[in-house]
């Protein structure tokens, strides 16, 4: 076993170089040859499952991490205010979700892998009793509490383990990025009807993908939009798209005020659109905005949600005293309203919907190969979409 390191930064990215260049090397297979064949098994399974799997996958670097930081700590006991227990999610947070945001943007969670309900149940990673987060996949599961059993019981290497996880990783993710890459570009030549593209628009958004990330599509549409409107439409004559934010980082440390954002000649924004996923709006989610906007010269903003219908009945009257009040005070028109309806009207003011079809798709394929958001899964639904077009 190594001597040990105690800054969390240095293990990362020792592993992480010394995988890079096992990569290199032999993509790894010396390295991995020396690999117990069942650890070997378990880390190839969380590693090909690593899109699908991001809190497993950042669960399991958190631990090792932590191991090979405090090798008389049991990695299973992953809270507090279990038996000699640890903050998990505290390190993960201050360490492990900023590195892997870094150098593998595609597997980073928001802000850490203990805020999804499977990882962060008040247990330990034990096989028995056996740990009850509710893991989607049971491969994964069970993988997952094997490699820490075999740490913990077995006195397994944890750097072996890090290293070997690191070359797995990058294996898949060049993988996905060549296949992104690979795919042929796609472009719409014949117009289209509005009604047809809202209809392909809604398939996309609301089909059951088995990876994360959906919830950014219909950002990107907006912004696709925009992108026409701005070169189109004398409103925004002068004015400036500015490029999307990942979801990964929250508007505010990201200092924007929403999702979206055209700015005026002197950088001040000018106009925003803020895009919620499957939630009804209220007064409450229009006050966060505002608190967001206020000290701003903003002149409109656009609160829109992919839930039908986008504002509870109850909630109507709240939210329209509280858009006048707004008005009044700060001079911003704030408007809600639902996501598709919005993109209908949007549709109607530029010159032809193929044009904002064939922007759409190539930001899809863009955002997907800067290893955002956007998976393979997001693309090959919507090539199959496009299909009916031909």
């Given amino acids: 076993m190594k001597t040990p390191i105690s800054d969390p930064v240095k293990i990362l990215e020792s592993a992480y170089s010394n995988a890079l260049n096992e990569f290199r090397k032999d993509r790894g297979e010396s390295f991995l040859a020396c690999i117990n064949i069942n ?14 799997q991001k809190a497993v996958v950042t669960a399991l670097i958190t631990s090792l991490t932590k191991k090979i930081e405090s090798p008389s700590q049991d990695i299973r006991y992953h809270k507090v205010e279990l038996p000699g227990g640890y903050s998990a999610r505290t390190f993960d947070t201050r360490y492990v979700t900023p590195f892997l945001k870094g150098r593998m943007p595609r597997i980073a969670m928001k802000e850490s892998g203990w805020l999804t309900r499977s990882i962060e149940q008040p247990h330990a990673f034990t096989l028995k009793p056996l740990f009850p987060g509710k893991i989607s996949n049971e491969q994964v599961k069970k993988a997952f509490l094997e490699v820490l059993n075999d ?50 628009l809604r398939s996309h958004f609301f089909a059951h993908y088995t990876s994360p990330g959906a919830s950014k599509l219909p950002v990107i549409a907006i912004h696709s939009l925009y992108q026409v409107m701005v070169r189109e439409l004398g409103r925004y ?6 490029p999307l934010m990942s979801h990964i980082s929250p508007d505010m440390r990201a200092g924007r005020v929403g999702d979206i954002e055209v700015t005026d000649e002197n950088g001040e924004c000018f106009e925003a659109v803020e895009i919620k996923h499957n939630i009804p709006i209220d007064a409450v989610m229009v006050d966060d905005a505002y608190k967001k906007f206020k000290h701003t010269p903003i002149k409109r903003y656009y609160l829109l ?31 809600v309203n639902g996501l598709m309806q919005s993109i209908k009207y949007y549709l109607r003011l530029i010159r032809s919907p193929k044009l904002f079809l064939n922007v759409y798709t190539h930001a899809l394929k863009v955002d997907a190969e800067k290893a955002s958001e956007i998976k393979e899964e997001h693309l090959k639904k919507w090539s199959q979409i496009l299909e009916a077009i031909k």
């Fill in 39 to 52: 650890a070997r098994r378990w880390i190839e399974v969380i590693a090909k499952n690593c899109e699908k």
């Fill in 151 to 200: 740490i913990e019981v077995n006195n397994a290497d944890p750097w072996q383990y890090l290293i070997g996880l690191f070359i797995l990783l990058i294996h898949e993710l060049s993988n996905v990025q060549a296949t992104i890459i690979s795919m042929p570009p796609i472009r719409i030549e014949k117009e289209i009807e509005i009604e047809t593209v809202i209809d392909y």
């Fill in 237 to 242: 004559r002068g004015k400036r798209l500015e």
């Fill in 305 to 335: 949600t992919t839930a039908e219908p986008y504002m509870r009945s109850e909630e109507e009257w709240n939210v329209k005293i509280l858009l006048g009040r707004i008005r009044k005070d700060h001079g911003c028109e704030v408007i």
